[in-house]
């Protein structure tokens, strides 16, 4: 069964800083992996999609990268501002399916200024 | 991007009483539609997956004559929350999944908040 964990659950950086968030999933057999932004009481905003052969995606000032083998993710935020403040959720499909998500508890991210 | 909506965005009711909410994908067409469920502090879980045509699937622990799903086009769910309860109050997003890229990336509407008095 995919489980999917977010290390930290929460973290806070004053502004300017670069910073790291984890994901790690059970099943490596995954087709994709997704990275979400949710706001307070807000629905969910894709960011990233890495599809499992490739290795990162990138898209302004995040990068997202798959290792598929050992079941990790790391999306990585360069130069944090207050606007990216919010839960950042990893999600993945269940191993070897292309169906729902499996979603992570996420990483409360707060950037002060 | 592909777009889904859900209507409505806020809702409360009376306990005992049943919330239509609808999800649909704007831009595209869906065969298959995930309807997911937050409670507070916690992260979503899917309740069931919705395919066009066909009966909906659940998860386990999930009522399936109490969450009533209807998958009627491609491009619009709903989800029906009949005799609805206090514990019923939560935060229910559905998604889309459309294909592109050499896979299926999911799509997902703005969430419903329901609460039920």
């Known amino acids: 069964k995919q489980e999917v964990t977010q290390i930290p659950a929460a973290l806070s950086v004053p502004e300017g800083e670069n910073l790291v968030l984890n994901c790690s999933f059970t099943d490596s057999a995954i087709y994709n992996l997704q990275w979400f932004r949710q706001d307070p009481g807000k629905g969910l905003t894709s960011l990233l999609l890495?599809?499992?052969?490739?290795r990162e995606q990138t898209s302004g000032r995040l990068n997202a990268s798959l290792d598929k083998s050992s079941g990790r993710s790391t999306l990585y935020i360069a130069a944090s501002q207050p606007g990216d403040s919010a839960t950042y959720l990893c999600a993945v499909p269940p191993g070897g399916s292309q169906g729902n998500l499996i979603f992570g508890k996420g990483t409360k991210l707060s950037v002060k200024p | 991007g592909a777009v889904v909506s859900q209507h409505p965005s806020r809702v409360i009711c009376k306990s005992g009483t049943s919330v239509k909410i609808e999800c649909r994908s704007l831009?595209?067409?869906?065969?298959?539609m995930f309807w997911y469920r937050q409670f507070p502090k916690q992260s979503l879980m899917l309740m069931a997956t919705s395919n066009e045509g066909s009966k909906a699937t659940y998860e386990q622990g999930v009522e399936k004559d109490k969450f009533l799903i209807n998958h009627a086009s491609l491009t619009l769910s709903t989800l029906t929350v009949t005799s609805a309860h206090p514990e019923d109050s939560s935060f229910y997003i559905c998604?889309?999944?459309?294909?592109?890229?050499?896979?299926?990336?999911?799509?997902f509407g703005p969430g419903t908040r329901l609460t039920v008095t």
């Open positions: 890495i599809q499992s052969s490739q």
């Open positions: 998604s889309a999944r459309a294909p592109g890229g050499g896979g299926y990336e999911q799509y």
């Open positions: 831009d595209f067409q869906a065969t298959t």
